[in-house]
């Protein structure tokens, strides 16, 4: 993507500076290979304070950008900067580096490109956004103003096909004022909040949803659930979940995570639904009382089609539940709750 070597400008940058000078920045930076050093690091090795090394790699960068390198890489950072804006002018520090630098010398290199050209300018992580570099500040703070809406848009437990998140996010750019632009600059932007994410089957939400930052096997489960869109035995989720993540899972670890969380609803022998799908918890007395204390008198028949709407069961068994005390039947022959 870029015609230049990033190592090779670094150089030539680094060349008019004194030893010391030079020496702090290649440590700080990690030009010489492997990360870069703390403050405090590179402030013991030379006796110092950190805000002392801190006070010479800011003059460091002052005095190369004075430099006759410098000038003579105007057109060096120009086509940098070209790359950044066909990127989206706005991007995290980790992609745009997975975007233009294939190892970490080279990463480390551009990173202190970055820091030294003019043009270029970065924001540190915080508790809302990912740090990032830019070269259009207003465009920026558009960017982060839709991120923010958008984040405050969505429910906790909302899950978006990717193309329905895109759309919802293209309305909060268009309001922050955000001509048209294409879906994957859309998508490193959204990678720009720490709010917003997707989980492994590429659904979007709030970051803090469960449902979107997969920690155990319930969620794993609940996606899986999901996914298939109707119950589902406790051996089904199991070979769900290694079919759709890779993660071995024993069905009768699925089925204890299943009984502990309130999301699934036991439906049948072993079956399990999602509570959100409007299944109510309970055996089957409890959905029979649910069903008359909502609906009033019903027929036995009456009572029978609408349990099996939540539970998958044998008429005997519905029947057999209706003799209990908890209920009578009527003069008509209808059933109700006991007085």
Known sequence: MLTFSAKSVS??????LSDRSRNVLTDRFGLSGGDGRTLDAIGKQYNVTR?????????????????DAYSKHTE????????IQSLGSVLTEEMLLEKIARTTPDRNHILFLLTVGHVFDTRREDNDFNARWFVDEQLMEQVESALINLYQSIETQTLSPEEEFMQLFAR????????????????????ISKRVDRNPLGEWGRADSPH?????????AYLTIKRHGSPMHFTEVAKGIEGLFNRKTHPATTHNELIKDSRFILVGRGLYALKEWG????????????????EGALTREEVIERVKRERYVKDATIAVNLQHSLFERTADGKYTLSR
């Open 76 to 83: 060096t950072l120009k086509e940098l900067k070209k790359v």
């Open 212 to 220: 979107v930052r997969i920690k155990n096997t319930r969620d794993f």
């Open 172 to 191: 909060h750019l268009k309001a922050a004022g955000v001509r048209t632009i294409s879906d994957e600059t859309m998508l490193h932007w959204l990678h």
């Open 11 to 16: 150089k030539e940058l680094l060349g008019g």
């Open 51 to 67: 805000e002392r090394i801190r006070q010479i790699e800011n003059h460091s960068i002052i005095a190369i950008r004075d430099s």
């Open 279 to 294: 299944y109510g918890p309970g055996v089957v007395r409890d959905v029979i009382r649910t069903i008359l204390a909502r």
